[in-house]
């Protein structure tokens, strides 16, 4: 092989390397750059979930769903556990939209809700059966919550957290 041909093969071997990097630090731009648009969006859907009105209907909904028959399903029960019911199951339901159709990192969302939601879950759950009979169709009423409650259940709480600080490359868990 003559000198030239060790040049171009040197210049070749530079350009695909200088391609390869390229491609990858622009597919990591995309990656925060949609991460950075999806932020505002999860911030404010997770804001319901920090306020004192919400908890107070949460712990309401705890405590008195179960006195009240399930086949009522959630728009015969009597006011006001009827629209603290739908506004924690719809709640719920958005969140896991956001997991579930990539919106946001399940993870991240499993994370900062997962106690409430699966207890919410284990409360409404007769319920929504009742719903959903009612509507004569189990696929007809929260199966976005569902789904990603049950996902939630199977999860790792402690080892998703550590994968999450671990992203950040700041914060260290002990």
């Known amino acids: 092989m003559s000198g030239q041909d060790l040049i171009s093969l040197a210049a070749l071997t530079a350009a695909i390397i200088a391609t390869a990097t390229s491609s990858l630090l622009a597919w990591q731009a995309l990656r925060v750059n949609q991460n950075m648009n999806h932020i505002p969006v999860v911030l404010e859907i997770l804001k319901p979930h920090r306020t004192p009105e919400f908890v107070r ?8 769903i179960s006195k009240h028959d399930a086949a009522l399903g ?3 029960l009597p006011e006001p556990i009827r629209s603290y019911a739908i506004e924690v199951g719809t709640y719920y339901q958005v969140l896991s ?4 159709y990539g919106i946001a990192d399940g993870e991240f969302i499993a994370v900062q809700t997962q106690h409430r939601l699966l207890r919410s879950w284990d409360c409404l759950r007769e319920h929504v059966n009742g719903e959903r009979a009612l509507r004569g169709s189990s696929n007809t009423f929260l199966n976005a919550y569902e789904e990603f409650a049950r996902q939630v259940a199977d999860m790792d709480i402690d080892a998703a957290t550590r994968r999450l600080v671990g992203r950040s490359g700041k914060l260290k868990l002990k």
């Open 74 to 76: 959630f728009f015969a």
């Open 57 to 64: 209907k949460e712990i309401a909904v705890w405590d008195e």
């Open 97 to 100: 939209y956001t997991s579930l």
